[in-house]
């Protein structure tokens, strides 16, 4: 299991930033319950076993927040 800098699980495919609104339209349209909103206040996280890494929680996150695993990562390795 992977840990984000916000100590939530995640799935190998994507993770949720800090900027994240809560406004639970992940939650709405994610057909295999791979995301959670364990509590008030408390970052929503993705189920790494649930995940099938479709891409549509990316699609529908108004602000952005949900971003692919390793995203920028190669771009960053290439500018040294």
Same mark, same amino acid.
């Given at each position: 299991?992977?840990?984000?800098?916000?100590?939530?699980?995640?799935?190998?495919?994507?993770?949720?930033?800090?900027?994240?609104?809560? $406004?639970?339209?992940?939650? &709405?349209? $994610?057909?295999?319950?791979?995301?959670?909103?364990?509590?008030?206040?408390?970052?929503?996280?993705?189920?790494?076993?649930?995940?099938?890494? $479709?891409?549509?929680?990316? &699609?529908? $996150?108004?602000?952005?927040?949900?971003?692919?695993?390793? %995203?920028?990562?190669? &771009? %960053?390795? %290439?500018?040294?």
């Amino acid at each position: 299991m992977r840990k984000d800098v916000m100590n939530n699980k995640v799935s190998q495919f994507y993770r949720i930033e800090k900027h994240c609104i809560r $406004c639970g339209f992940c939650l &709405d349209i $994610c057909s295999w319950d791979a995301l959670d909103a364990p509590g008030k206040g408390r970052a929503f996280t993705i189920e790494e076993d649930l995940c099938p890494g $479709c891409g549509i929680c990316v &699609d529908c $996150c108004p602000v952005g927040a949900i971003q692919k695993v390793g %995203a920028g990562e190669d &771009d %960053a390795a %290439a500018d040294r």
